[in-house]
């Protein structure tokens, strides 16, 4: 997990009480990475737009080290830089990104091994450091965004995109998407759509389809019948979390 700083000396000195020759060794090699890295542009850089909390330290050492995650961490970097550049934003104009949602942000990004996914992170740094963005970038996207696979971040691009182009000045809970027409779209076996909805019905970023019937109405409450996964709705939290990192 990667932190704004640990102070590794403190880990090294310890180090015979708790660690093989093998994996102090390894500490050792890895804190070497750490000096060179807190002297680079990707730790500088995380440094200015994060701020202090972060910058502190002028490093960004883990407690459990994986190099594959300063890779990640420059890639990650390189890929906001570029979307932000094609933005216009100028380097001077970046938002400053609290920490509770920075460490989070940086922890998982550069946790992820899926070129897709890591896209979708680098999106939502992008529209958190971008001033004209005129959404909100929160902890809540960083949580949603960590528990979705590949196949979930399809499903919400398909019928957010759908939404969009062909239902644009509909309300959200009149339009439903089809369990069905979802899979065609995708080419996937439907079981695995099921699954993949119910992962987004659970982290609220669609809900189960309802349709309206006739009948006897209680009040003013229409008659519906509950579809489930058979035809779903894009809820308001999914439609943010496109628009903060799914659609670039």
């Not at 640990?6 to 060794?25: A, C, P, Q, R, V």
């Not at 542009?41 to 910058?55: P, S």
């Not at 979802?182 to 080419?187: F, N, V």
Request: some cysteine; overall charge negative.
């Amino acid at each position: 997990m990667l932190i704004c700083y640990i102070e590794y000396k403190k880990i090294l000195s310890e180090s015979d009480t708790f660690m093989s020759d093998k994996f102090y060794n390894s500490i050792k090699a890895v804190a070497n990475v750490f000096t060179e890295l807190e002297k680079s542009n990707t730790a500088m850089f995380f440094g200015r737009v994060f701020g202090d909390t972060i910058a502190d330290g002028a490093g960004i050492i883990g407690d459990r080290l994986k190099y594959h995650r300063f890779n990640n961490a420059i890639a990650l970097h390189q890929n906001a830089v570029k979307n932000l550049e094609k933005k216009g934003v100028d380097p001077t104009n970046y938002n400053t990104i609290a920490a509770k949602i920075g460490i989070p942000l940086i922890e998982n990004a550069t946790l992820e091994d899926n070129d897709e996914l890591s896209t979708l992170w680098a999106n939502l740094l992008t529209n958190a450091l971008d001033p004209n963005f005129s959404g909100d970038i929160s902890i809540m996207h960083v949580s949603l965004l960590k528990e979705m696979m590949p196949v979930d971040v399809k499903i919400l691009h398909i019928i957010y995109n759908e939404k969009q182009h062909s239902f644009l000045k509909s309300k959200l809970d009149d339009v439903r998407f089809s369990r069905a027409r979802i899979a065609e779209s995708l080419k996937t076996d439907i079981d695995k759509i099921e699954i993949s909805l119910l992962n987004l019905m659970r982290l609220g970023c669609i809900k189960g389809g309802n349709m309206k019937t006739e009948g006897i109405k209680f009040g003013n409450t229409s008659n519906t019948i509950y579809l489930g996964t058979e035809e779903v709705h894009l809820s308001a939290l999914g439609f943010k979390l496109c628009e903060a990192a799914i659609i670039n």
